[in-house]
């Protein structure tokens, strides 16, 4: 079965520190991974995806997402938080075998993130 | 551009009465996902449409939930005899048929009394 855990309910980070918010996951094929951040009253926003390639892949605003198979970890991070990256962040799974799931995506329980000025 | 679209953004409703929820797909987006998110929870599927076909509705909770998309764009979900459970943000998502990426809707915050 496809899960997604995100250990931390909450991080804070003073601004202009690095930050990371953790995301492991379990998935039966090969992993398609995603980030995606929440504002208050607004929707999911894409921030990044891995499919297939480099382990380290960049997305919006200065995001990175690295890609471990061996611990199954899709842990998101920026170097210099700023403080309008504060909002809830969801990791997201789905099988990349397509015909499984057939795209639906597994998302985590969110971590809330602030970075104080 | 213009991107997924959800009304109403609001809806009180009483318990056991009907509604409609609305979603809007990214133009040419052949693919639609239903997610519903309650409090203090990451989004939980629900149904997923492949042009006007429901080609996955296995996280539609019971019977009272249904959702058509009839022309292959629009899509409504429907909730009879609402019931407190019911309470909570339902997103709409779509996809292209060349990415993996699924945009989402503002979502509608459905509230029972």
């Known amino acids: 079965a496809q899960s997604v855990a995100q250990p931390e309910d909450q991080v804070n980070v003073a601004e202009g520190n690095p930050l990371t918010v953790k995301c492991t996951y379990s998935?039966?094929?090969?992993?398609?991974l995603f980030w995606y951040v929440q504002y208050p009253n607004r929707g999911l926003q894409f921030l990044l995806k891995y499919i297939t390639g480099d382990n380290l892949v960049k997305g919006s605003y200065g995001f990175e997402a690295e890609f471990n198979k061996s611990q199954t970890s899709f842990h998101l991070k920026k170097p210099s938080a700023l403080v309008s990256d504060s909002a809830l962040y969801f990791c997201a799974v789905r099988d990349g075998y397509r015909g499984s799931t057939l795209g639906r995506l597994y998302f985590g329980r969110g971590t809330q993130l602030t970075v104080w000025p | 551009g213009a991107g997924v679209s959800q009304t109403p953004s609001n809806k009180v409703t009483e318990k056991g009465k009907y509604v409609e929820l609305r979603c809007d797909p990214i133009s040419g987006h052949t693919a639609l996902y239903w997610y519903r998110q309650s409090l203090g929870q990451g989004p939980e599927f629900l149904i997923y449409f492949q042009g006007t076909g429901a080609a996955d509705d296995s996280g539609l909770p019971n019977d009272r939930f249904f959702a058509v998309r009839p022309e292959g764009s629009v899509s409504t979900l429907k909730i009879q005899r609402t019931e407190r459970g019911d309470s909570a943000v339902y997103l709409c998502?779509?996809?292209?048929?060349?990415?993996?990426?699924?945009?989402f809707g503002p979502g509608t915050r459905l509230t029972v009394l």
């Open positions: 998935v039966s094929g090969n992993p398609y």
């Open positions: 998502a779509s996809k292209g048929p060349s990415t993996d990426t699924q945009y």
